[in-house]
C-alpha cells in the first residue's frame, strides 16, 4: 500500500525559504517518479516539480521554475521542495505525490504529463505580506 507524508509547511514571511519533506513507501510498479503539486482555496490544482526515481531528472513548472529545487534520498525514501523568496500567493496546501506514465488523474508540471497515482494529505504553507 502507497504511503505519502509531507511535512514542513509554515508560517512564513514574503521573502524567506521553505524546504518541504515527503516520506513515501510501497510504490506501486509503474511509479516513476514523484513530484509536488499544491492547491490554493477556490484554485486548480497546480503542478510544481517532479523528479524521475531512477535517472533524477527534474521536471519544472515555468511558474515557479527560478525559485523551486526537487530532490531526492534514495536511502530515506524521500523527496524535498526547497522553494525560495516565498511570496503571499505561495499560499496553499502543498502535496507529495507518486506518478506515473499513464492513468485517468492527470498532473501536468511544464511540458510533461504525468498520471497520480497516489498522495498524501499535505503540508500547508501559508506566506504573509
Request: charged letters at 20%; glycine letters at 12%.
Amino acid at each position: 500500500q502507497v504511503k505519502v507524508v509531507e511535512s514542513g509547511g509554515d508560517l512564513v514571511q514574503a521573502g524567506e525559504s521553505l524546504r518541504l519533506s515527503c516520506r513515501f513507501s510501497g510504490l506501486g510498479h509503474y511509479t516513476y517518479a514523484m513530484g509536488w503539486f499544491r492547491q490554493a482555496p477556490g484554485k486548480e490544482r497546480e503542478g510544481l516539480a517532479g523528479i524521475d526515481l531512477g535517472t533524477g531528472t527534474t521536471y519544472y513548472s515555468d511558474s515557479v521554475n527560478d525559485r523551486v529545487t526537487i530532490s531526492r534520498d534514495h536511502a530515506e525514501n524521500s523527496i524535498y521542495l526547497q522553494i525560495n523568496s516565498l511570496k503571499p500567493e505561495d499560499t496553499a496546501m502543498y502535496y507529495c505525490a507518486a506518478l506515473s506514465h499513464t492513468g485517468e488523474n492527470i498532473l501536468e508540471i511544464g511540458d510533461t504529463v504525468f498520471a497520480l497515482d497516489a498522495w498524501g494529505r499535505g503540508t500547508l504553507v501559508l506566506v504573509s505580506s
